[in-house]
């Protein structure tokens, strides 16, 4: 490690054998920097064993393991999943070093992470990314254990006044569809707009989040969905699966009233064909969380739904695919529908179908008769 005379240090390592043997350097800021970068690279060429567990970093370990052994070796969502894990470790446990790793500290973690309100798919995620990392780190003979074996993602489940109402009724339906469409263009803010788009095509939270102009086709009055936003590592991401990427009908009403709001608030001056349709008032894509508070408000104020008892962002896509299979709706089939919102007629039938109450359905002919008159 060499101070330099303007203030950084210089760390300085050897990669390759023989004559293709060369030194390698980089300069940082600060000493814990370079100390950092230097365990890194000696843990991916493999020098471990000279390497004292209580001067490496957990997060510099698990940067060191998804560069050796999973860049440019596994798909890209999932490398974009490793690279969530390593942004999540380095923000909750910064300076905890491999010899202060034990079974409670990483059940402190996790237990840290459910109360931030993650859910159970996500931590299992991480877990599954963090547990192989540390396998490695055993054979290295870096660790005693792999200390995420015993780790519990199970989430305790919440008791609410109303746990089965995952969708709106018909009639909480058009109410809501009515407002959104009818807001003026100065009162309607990024949620209003991101509502508008959600509940009138089925489409994710993370899919709306990341649909650009370029995704909206104005003559055939659809949007065109091939990624999602991760709202992990802030970047964009593949869709959930395979079937995702689709072609998504979207009402022509609402794509003007859409591109009426991006161009009042300035988001891009009209020819930025990779511009966010929407963004918040930073000029950025909406934070998941933000969105889900004033989502549950919307439907507090405007449906006088309890917060407590209100849906999730994500029963937006329930109360759409719900509507659409009610029989009034025009006969669409399963395979249809499932192509619409990117789902598997196997999933849409079993899961989508179960959850319209059967008394909403007989409203759904008269709602659909006025749906192109509610957005003006």
């Known amino acids: ?67 050796k052994y999973k860049f440019q070796s596994v798909e890209a969502a999932t490398y974009q999943g490793y690279l969530a894990t390593s942004k999540l470790l380095k923000r909750t446990i910064p ?85 959104l469409s009818n807001l003026k263009i100065p009162e309607m803010r990024w949620w209003h707009a991101l509502m508008l788009l959600m509940f009138t095509t089925g489409l994710r939270t993370q899919e709306a989040q990341e649909i650009r102009i370029s995704d909206i086709d104005f003559e055939k009055n659809c949007v065109r969905v091939n990624k999602a936003y991760c709202r992990i590592s802030h970047a964009t991401k593949v869709t959930k699966t395979e079937r995702s990427n689709r072609v ?36 950025r894509v909406p934070d998941s969380a933000t969105y889900n508070y004033h989502f549950k408000a919307v439907l507090h104020d ?30 669409l089939t399963l395979d249809g529908i499932a192509k619409i919102v990117g789902d598997t007629p196997a999933v849409v039938e079993t899961f989508y179908h179960e959850i319209m109450p059967e008394t909403n359905i007989r409203e759904t002919k008269q709602v659909l008769s006025k749906f192109s008159q509610l957005i003006k």
């Not at 690279?41 to 940067?63: E, T, W, Y």
């Not at 979207?250 to 963004?279: F, Q």
């Open 95 to 179: 300076n905890l070093t491999l010899s202060e790793v034990s079974y409670s500290t990483i059940q402190k973690i996790f237990d840290q992470l459910k109360r931030q309100g993650l859910s159970k798919p996500t931590l299992l995620k991480h877990r599954s990314n963090l547990h192989a990392c540390f396998a490695m780190l055993v054979q290295e003979e870096m660790l005693a254990h792999n200390y995420v074996d015993l780790v519990d993602c199970r989430i305790p489940r919440k008791i609410t006044l109303n746990t089965k109402a995952r969708v709106l009724s018909i009639k909480q339906y058009q109410e809501l569809i009515e407002y």
């Open 248 to 283: 998504v009908p979207i009402p022509h009403k609402v794509i003007i009233k859409l591109m009426e709001w991006h161009r009042y608030h300035k988001i891009s001056n009209g020819t930025d064909n990779e511009a966010y349709v929407i963004l918040n008032d930073a000029k």
């Open 302 to 331: 405007v449906l006088g739904i309890p917060l407590g008892e209100c849906i999730s962002p994500h029963g937006a896509r329930r109360t759409y695919v719900s509507v659409m299979l009610s029989p009034d709706f025009g006969g």
């Open 1 to 67: 490690m060499q101070k330099l005379a303007n203030g950084r240090y210089k760390a300085t390592i050897s990669v390759g054998s023989g004559e293709f043997r060369r030194r390698k350097s980089k300069t940082f800021d600060t000493l814990t920097d370079a100390q950092n970068w230097e365990s890194k690279m000696k843990l991916i060429k493999g020098d471990s064993r000279i390497l004292q567990a209580n001067h490496i970093l957990v997060h510099v370990a698990f940067d060191a393991y998804i560069e």
